[in-house]
């Protein structure tokens, strides 16, 4: 026999003792026997834990109701009123109507209230080739920080890398 065939025919027996084919490849093959005796294990744990089976009262109570269901003649249903999808041009029309006191809310705060005009200060700063220094900008003034270079340092500033890079792109 087929190992397959062999685990089809032990899923059927249920208690009972294997036939003699059974048996023999069971005695051959020790996959097949491992197999057998998980469902073997896994059948006393069903037995030992499974609930109590109700009264046959109880089924017919149960039957009784389905059949009484399945046999009854159905309601009429009542006819449902008809809905109209709502039209295309009409949800256009309001999305457009929302969209137009938005930018009309907008334009009328834009007016009331102007942003605040902002003073751009001029400054030059001499930076010798090669140095890495930080400059910064606040309502006081220039401020540089001069980067003095490590010893034996061949580093490059990345952002004098990039901004050489991105010149090169717009010419």
Same mark, same amino acid.
């Given at each position: ?6 685990? *089809? ?7 009972? @003792? ?5 048996? &023999?490849?069971?005695? !051959? ?8 005796? $998980?469902?073997?294990?896994? /059948?006393?744990?069903? /037995?030992?834990?499974? @609930? ?11 039957? #009784? ?5 399945? /046999?009854?003649?159905? #309601? ?18 309001? +999305?457009?109507?929302?969209?137009? $006191?938005?930018? #009309? +809310? ?6 009331? %209230? ?9 400054? *030059?700063? /001499?930076?010798?080739? !090669?140095?890495?220094?930080? +400059?910064? %900008?606040?309502?006081? &003034? ?5 980067? *003095? ?20 792109? #717009?010419?």
């Amino acid at each position: 026999m087929r190992c397959v065939d062999v685990r *089809e025919a032990l899923g059927t027996l249920r208690g009972e @003792p294997p036939r003699d084919d059974l048996s &023999g490849h069971l005695a !051959g093959c020790p996959r097949c026997a491992a197999w057998a005796e $998980q469902s073997a294990r896994l /059948d006393r744990l069903w /037995d030992a834990t499974r @609930p109590a089976e109700p009264p046959p009262t109880t089924w017919d109570a149960v039957w #009784a109701e389905v059949s009484g269901n399945a /046999d009854a003649p159905l #309601a009429p249903a009542s006819p449902k009123p008809l809905k109209f999808p709502a039209h295309r041009g009409r949800r256009l029309v309001v +999305i457009g109507l929302g969209i137009a $006191q938005a930018a #009309a +809310i907008l334009v009328g705060a834009m007016l009331l %209230f102007p942003s605040p005009t902002v003073a751009v200060a001029k400054a *030059e700063v /001499d930076i010798d080739y !090669g140095r890495i220094d930080l +400059i910064r %900008f606040d309502p006081r &003034g220039v401020d540089v920080v001069c980067k *003095e270079p490590e010893e034996n340092s061949n580093s490059v500033d990345s952002g004098f890398v990039a901004l050489g890079y991105f010149e090169a792109m #717009a010419e």
